[in-house]
T-cell receptor
């Protein structure tokens, strides 16, 4: 079956611009996670959705970052006033439920802020 | 101090070698433990879960020591295809978010 998909695969933007990154989880998965991976580091947790609600947004670095999942399926990560330090691979993962289930990762969106 | 600490490597080993990776974690309340594998410019994929009793999957053996907050992965008879970054992962908090180490790069040489 289809795995987690993310679009775009690559995004190049200029400092100060707004970007949206999209994640399509595996059908039927209620839990959705966003992570950010900088070069040479492991992925870092950003936000977790259970259904439509953000159950844990403690990893969002500041108020420039926001994510939504209005219908409990597709999620969009939104970054306002991008900075060069936002350059990273943004990974989305989904699992059947939130607790103790394997998380399946998408291929990521590589964001470059010039 | 990072929540999950790993030796970043790289570990360069010949085919057929046995290699061991270690990691430590700081939160004694962590409930679940994993090793993920990440190929270059790809997403992480679950390699295996780690249990206190130890678990084995073919050439791979994982071990957890809760008292020492220490996790290990042993790879026997290394193959070229084992070349990748191995990420030590623990869960944190009530929402099962994954907390990753920086990863250990393994390069198996012919």
């Amino acid at each position: 079956g289809a795995g987690v998909s993310q679009t775009p695969s690559n995004k190049v933007t200029e400092k100060g611009k707004y970007v949206e990154l999209r994640c399509d989880p595996i059908s039927g998965h209620t839990a959705l996670y966003w992570y950010r991976q900088s070069l040479g580091q492991g992925p870092e947790f950003l936000i977790y959705f259970q259904g439509t609600g953000a159950a844990d947004d403690s990893g969002l670095p500041n108020d420039r970052f926001f994510a939504v999942r209005p219908e409990g399926s597709v999620s969009t990560l939104k970054i306002q006033r991008t900075e060069r330090g936002d350059s990273a691979v943004y990974l989305c993962a989904s699992s059947p439920q939130g607790f103790y289930n394997e998380q399946f990762f998408g291929p990521g969106t590589r964001l470059t802020v010039l | 101090r990072k929540e999950v600490e790993q030796d970043p490597g790289p570990f360069n080993v010949p085919e057929g070698a046995t290699v061991a990776f270690n990691c430590t974690y700081s939160n004694s309340a962590s409930q679940s433990f994993f090793w993920y594998r990440q190929d270059c410019r790809k997403e992480p994929k679950l390699l295996m879960s780690v249990y206190s009793s130890g678990n084995e999957d073919g050439r791979f053996t994982a071990q957890l020591n809760r008292a020492s907050q220490y996790i290990s992965l042993l790879i026997r008879d290394s193959k070229l295809s084992d070349s990748a970054t191995y990420l030590c992962v623990v869960t944190g908090g009530a929402t099962n978010k994954l907390i990753f180490g920086t990863g250990t790069l393994l390069a198996v040489q012919p």
